[in-house]
């Protein structure tokens, strides 16, 4: 089980959303880089990062900040926002982005994520975000009319790394993660399940080790974080006693 601290770009900074609201932001640092190196000295093992401005222009919006976070830290890094070709893809990962997240195209071209999971085994992740059990597109801005397993069975053999499952309406809120639903995708389908949005504190963490959760093979924190309801030290002691113990 893995813990993924986030960073959400925004104009070139750190921020957080409520809900996926671009009109809800709130920023927590002013130089990104500098946030990545806090978390690499906390202990955290993998970064999650999303270009914000990206998931609505359908394009990098945050190259800058993104490049100089590669740069501040030697951990693994997972990047969404604004990956929708091929071309795209290919630069990221030739920049040093350990896992690129597909999320719009993932649900418009499937056979984008296909084709990129074939070329660069384990190095291609899904984020389905969902909406009342509808996956959201654009940036959340819109909803589509298919659900979150019905798009994560379409690329079951396709060498997908991870579907990282967010629930909108408990994102930022930290009304803790909806583990219900998050487990009972990860129980039909074969590919390793990320939980995200609302997680609040270290009882995520508890619940997160509990063995129902065992098919989970993280979960995103970000406000939670960033506010200081979650202690980092006390977070990953509990993982790594756990992981010693199995």
């Given amino acids: 089980m893995i813990l993924f601290p986030a960073v959400d770009l925004k104009n070139g900074q750190c921020v957080r ?4 609201d671009m009109a809800r932001a709130t920023v927590f640092n002013l130089d990104p880089a500098a946030q990545a190196r806090a978390f690499a000295a906390q202990g955290f093992e993998y970064l999650h990062v999303v270009d914000l ?4 222009a359908g394009k990098p919006m945050n190259a800058h900040a993104v490049e100089a976070m590669l740069k501040a830290v030697t951990m693994p890094v997972q990047l969404g926002g604004g990956i929708r070709d091929f071309k795209t893809i290919e630069a ?3 920049k040093g982005i350990t896992r690129v997240i ?25 984020g389905l975000d969902a909406r009342d059990g509808k996956v959201a597109v654009e940036g959340w801005a819109e909803t589509s009319h298919v659900t979150a397993l019905e798009i994560a069975q379409r690329f079951e053999d396709a060498g997908v790394a991870a579907i990282i499952f967010t629930d909108i309406s408990r994102d930022g809120l930290l009304k803790g993660l ?4 998050t487990i009972a995708l990860a ?13 609040a504190s270290i009882d995520d963490v508890k619940a997160l080790l509990e063995p129902r959760a065992g098919k989970l093979a993280g979960a995103i924190v970000g406000r939670a974080l960033y506010d200081g309801r979650l202690d980092p030290a ?3 002691t509990l993982i790594k006693n756990a992981r010693t113990a199995a």
């Fill in 17 to 20: 959303l409520e809900q996926g």
């Fill in 53 to 56: 401005d990206g998931a609505f």
């Fill in 92 to 94: 990221w990962l030739d």
């Fill in 102 to 126: 597909i999320g719009t195209a993932a649900v418009r071209d499937p056979d984008l994520v296909k084709n990129a999971a074939k070329k660069f085994p384990g190095r291609v992740a899904v």
């Fill in 178 to 181: 909806n583990l219900d639903a």
């Fill in 187 to 199: 129980d039909r389908i074969s590919i390793p399940v990320i939980a995200s949005g609302g997680f």
């Fill in 234 to 236: 006390a977070a990953l």
